[in-house]
């Protein structure tokens, strides 16, 4: 049976950014997220897209 190596309280951009890196290498990785709706409001109002 796989066990747990890591365990990450909260899915937002920080959290799943860091599950990705664990898994990418090799790091069993469960991420435990209290919503269970997609927050349809954008929390990124400062951020633009770089121009061209």
Do not use: C, F, Y
């Amino acid at each position: 049976m796989d066990t747990q190596q890591v365990v990450i309280s909260g899915g937002g951009p920080a959290g799943l950014w860091l599950a990705a890196e664990l898994r990418l290498n090799g790091i069993t990785v469960t991420v435990i997220e209290e919503r269970t709706e997609v927050d349809q409001r954008s929390k990124a109002l400062t951020v633009h897209p770089r121009g061209v």
